[in-house]
């Protein structure tokens, strides 16, 4: 299966400032990826559908200015949450899709 | 509209014990996919079977084993001889075919299995 990696695994950041969150296609390459939010203790909820070169789809109620998902090439998606606020803490679980979906291993934002 | 239930939240068993974990799913879709992933500590999804709409073999993979049920629509997870190491939140998915034609996954609530020494 296609391997994604995500980088940083963990963030710690100040109330109003922005994060960026990359998610790589290690070996092949994805014209669409996903990216999914896991509140703890909760499922993985889509926020988006991110396609190379075209605007993400979001899903609804997810503001779309607040969460920028930028796929600019087949092998990398960048999500980067704006003006990150304490709410915004969670785990961000980006996909390929090759057939099927293959995660990545998560990034655990802590906004303070 | 799809829909995966997974009506156990949390499961508690003893070591060697087995367990299954339901997981019912709701679809208009003819041709679909389900699949099970374990989600240690760690975070990071495990992957542990996908079945097409169209195969309802059950099938074993060492101490895990799969009934898929098109009647009940419903795709359960047994472990057999529980370990410690099983313990984990497991989710079930239902993949849905969009008009652009990528699949969207749904995802369950899970279920919070753990197995005590």
């Known amino acids: 299966g296609a391997v994604v990696s995500q980088h940083p695994s963990w963030v710690i950041c100040k109330s109003g400032t922005s994060v960026k969150i990359e998610c790589r296609s290690l070996?092949?390459?994805?014209?669409?990826m996903f990216w999914y939010r896991q509140f703890p203790k909760q499922s993985l909820m889509l926020m988006a559908t991110?396609?190379?070169?075209?605007?993400?789809?979001?899903e609804q109620g997810v503001e779309k200015d607040k969460f920028l998902i930028n796929h600019a090439s087949l092998t990398l998606s960048t999500l980067t949450v704006t003006s990150a606020h304490p709410e915004d803490s969670s785990f961000y679980i980006c996909?390929?899709?090759?057939?099927?979906?293959?995660f990545g291993p998560g990034t655990r934002l802590t906004v303070l | 509209a799809q829909k995966v239930t997974q009506a156990q939240t949390e499961i508690s068993v003893v070591e060697k014990e087995d367990v299954t974990l339901d997981c019912v799913y709701e679809?208009?879709?003819?041709?679909?996919?389900l699949f099970w992933y374990k989600q240690p500590p760690s975070g990071e999804l495990v992957f542990l079977i996908r079945?097409?709409?169209?195969?309802?073999q059950n099938e074993i993979s060492g101490r895990y084993s799969w009934n898929f049920q098109k009647s009940t629509s419903s795709f359960n997870f047994t472990i057999t001889a529980s370990q410690v190491v099983d313990s984990a939140v497991y989710f079930c998915?239902?993949?849905?075919?969009?008009?652009?034609?990528?699949?969207?996954?749904?995802f369950g609530t899970g279920t919070r299995l753990k197995v005590l020494a």
């Open positions: 996909s390929l899709e090759y057939n099927e979906q293959f």
């Open positions: 070996d092949f390459q994805a014209t669409t």
């Open positions: 991110s396609n190379e070169g075209s605007k993400a789809t979001y």
């Open positions: 679809t208009r879709d003819t041709t679909y996919y």
């Open positions: 079945r097409n709409s169209f195969d309802e």
């Open positions: 998915a239902l993949s849905e075919d969009t008009t652009s034609g990528t699949y969207k996954y749904i």
